[in-house]
């Protein structure tokens, strides 16, 4: 069950978007009274409430925004227990100066947000014996390790438990809770709706993620990445599951580097089969993989992860996705020996991406320049690799005929910039750019009005999401509805 959190400054807004989300199937609905910017009507809230309700009024220290007196805000509490409200939620260092009445369940929570305290099974014991119903634990995680120990601690507890880890590291504990035993988890009415750090939106949590059937069964796989809430892989890999039927989840996982050893070595404990893998890891994840194909190898990167039985295997769908493309374009016969001598690309940025693609044109013999604002990083790359390294403010002199941009130079919300000027752009050269949100970039746009062929990162993403959904499911990926869905995500104004 989703227990959706409502934080508004007036009673009115509260109380139809109560009765919405009742009629849009919300089971529960917490109402954060330390919002309510004048005198609390609690009858008013209450009294012909639509559904069951949790009453919450939630200290500044405990992440609220309660401003008037500590004895009335127990007052507010002895009320709401009072009036038979079904659910309160009381801080455990002042649970006993709130006995238990009537029918009302007694929520005993702690909120740390800062860190997950070492000590989360003393903690829990304390609580526990503060007369509760539920037990709500909800802290910030810095590591991984966080997340396996509270994920822990709701699994093991005799006592209902709710055990969440804030913020973006902590999401797979928000939506694995029933899973793990929780008696709810919660999610936020809206997204613009800031109430907890990581509180995902209650649409995305019922229609992407779709929280209520997630069982024992469903397989898990999702993104590796630092940072990851941009990332659109999991509303186009959750649909494609949902289109075909397979039980499975993607979700993010924001992981530092630091912390990427320690996060492989757990994925098969908590049931994750496969990842995709990208900034700022692709490189580093190779080390992890105790067998890896060729063209990652030899790229030195890897962006797909398949836990295997004991065995890590480490793939690159980026390089096979550019390469369909840039041979599609160019109608390339893959069967010639060198099927790209004579041509020379100029590609811009010195990461992943730009490392698999350059790869991909040299094995084909393709002469590569490699141009990055860091001149070393650039010679680095171009020696491993066999390519040509030049300065960055050299990229426009140089006669290529194909461009490929590489750099996130251009993505949102940087989308009034251009890593290429468009007086250097002509109709005998091709642009290429990565880049996905938006598709529509300035340089794709500058790229059109030059009369150039053209490769969007919408194109090269869904290739290489088609191929990495092979390698999860066995399925061939449903490509139309996989390419429709990031079209209207990321550009949702042309589209409505």
């Known amino acids: 069950m989703i227990c959706v959190t409502l934080g508004r400054a007036r009673h009115k807004r509260m109380i139809a978007e109560h009765q919405f989300l009742v009629e849009q199937g919300a089971e529960l609905v917490e109402l954060r009274l330390d919002y309510i910017g004048r005198a609390v009507s609690l009858k008013r809230l209450i009294d012909d409430r639509p559904g069951p309700v949790v009453i919450t009024v939630r200290r500044r220290q405990d992440g609220g925004r309660w401003m008037k007196t500590e004895d009335e805000r127990m007052t507010l509490l002895r009320s709401a227990i009072a009036a038979g409200v079904d659910y309160v939620d009381i801080e455990e260092d002042v649970a006993d100066q709130i006995p238990r009445y009537g029918t009302t369940k007694r929520i005993i929570s702690y909120h740390n947000f800062s860190h997950t305290p070492d000590d989360l099974w003393d903690l829990h014991a304390r609580m526990v014996e503060k007369d509760a119903d539920i037990v709500k634990i909800a802290t910030m995680a810095n590591s991984f390790d966080d997340n396996l120990r509270m994920m822990q601690l709701v699994r093991e507890s005799k006592v209902p438990t709710i055990g969440i880890c804030m913020g973006e590291s902590g999401t797979i504990t928000r939506i694995m809770a029933d899973r793990l ?16 750090p990581g509180l995902l939106d209650w649409k995305e949590m019922k229609t992407l993620y779709r929280y209520d059937e997630i069982t024992d069964e469903t397989k898990l796989f999702g993104v590796v990445a630092d940072p990851v809430a941009h990332s659109h892989s999991p509303l186009i890999h959750n649909k494609a599951f ?57 790229i030195g990167a890897v962006n797909t992860l398949i836990f295997d039985k004991n065995d890590v295997l480490g793939y690159n769908t980026d390089y096979r996705a550019a390469m369909d493309c840039i041979q599609e374009l160019f109608n390339i016969d893959k069967t010639r020996e060198r099927p790209m001598q004579g041509m020379t690309a100029l590609v811009l940025g010195a990461g992943g991406v730009s490392r698999a693609i350059a790869w991909g044109l040299r094995q084909r013999h393709c002469e590569v320049l490699i141009a990055s604002r860091t001149l070393e990083r650039s010679q680095i790359l171009a020696a491993e690799l066999g390519c040509r390294a030049i300065e960055w403010d050299q990229r426009h002199d140089q006669r290529i005929q194909l461009l490929v941009n590489g750099s996130p130079v251009g993505m949102h919300p940087d989308v009034d910039n251009s890593p290429f000027n468009a007086t250097a752009l002509n109709q005998f050269v091709a642009v290429f750019d990565t880049v996905y949100n938006p598709e529509n970039t300035l340089l794709i746009k500058n790229a059109k009005q030059a009369g150039c062929r053209i490769i969007t990162g919408v194109d090269m993403f869904v290739r290489q999401a088609a191929y990495q959904y092979k390698l999860f499911t066995g399925n061939d990926a449903p490509i139309p509805l996989m390419r429709e869905t990031i079209k209207k995500a990321t550009n949702p104004v042309q589209l409505n």
């Open 242 to 298: 949902e289109e075909q039927k397979i039980n499975a989840r993607y979700l993010p996982f924001r992981i530092t580097k630091s912390d990427l050893p320690n996060f492989i070595r757990h994925c098969k404990e908590i049931g994750v089969q496969g990842l995709s893998v990208t900034i700022p890891h692709k490189e580093a994840a190779l080390d992890y993989c105790s067998q890896a194909e060729s063209s990652a190898t030899g």
């Open 181 to 196: 035993g929780s008696p709810f988890t919660y999610a936020t009415f809206s997204k613009d709706k800031k109430i907890a």
